[in-house]
Nanobody, 115 residues
Framework: QVQLVESGGGLVQPGGSLRLSCAASGRILSADLMAWHRQAPGKQRELVAAMFTGGTTNYADFVKGRFTISRDIAKNTVYLQMNSLTPEDTAVYYC?????????WGQGTQVTVSS
């Protein structure tokens, strides 16, 4: 059983930045994939960014150049640096990890972009 705990969400003005953290109870190098997803009100959950075990990253088109996924292996933590935020980025952001063929999700952290 793996637990994922997100933190770092909050209220930010348009154009601002936030860094989300996802602390895993297991070794993140044991995961095939660590990813960030988001879900806005009335919309389906969507992939934002992902990092594979070897370090390869993948981003949704709508965040390319603005968001960066990274990890600290020693801390078993994955980060999402979000820059140039817009109101359209408002959503609950979820951390997901694929460990041994099973997907684990965090509880989510709210990000609100508003003036």
């Amino acid at each position: 059983q793996v637990q994922l705990v997100e933190s770092g969400g909050g209220l930010v003005q348009p154009g601002g930045s936030l860094r989300l953290s996802c602390a895993a109870s297991g070794r993140i190098l044991s995961a095939d994939l660590m990813a960030w997803h988001r879900q806005a009100p009335g919309k389906q959950r969507e992939l934002v960014a992902a990092m594979f075990t070897g370090g390869t990253t993948n981003y949704a088109d709508f965040v390319k150049g603005r968001f960066t996924i990274s990890r600290d292996i020693a801390k078993n933590t994955v980060y999402l640096q979000m820059n140039s935020l817009t109101p359209e980025d408002t959503a609950v952001y979820y951390c997901k990890g694929d460990f041994f063929g099973r997907a684990y999700w965090g509880q989510g952290t709210q990000v609100t972009v508003s003036s």
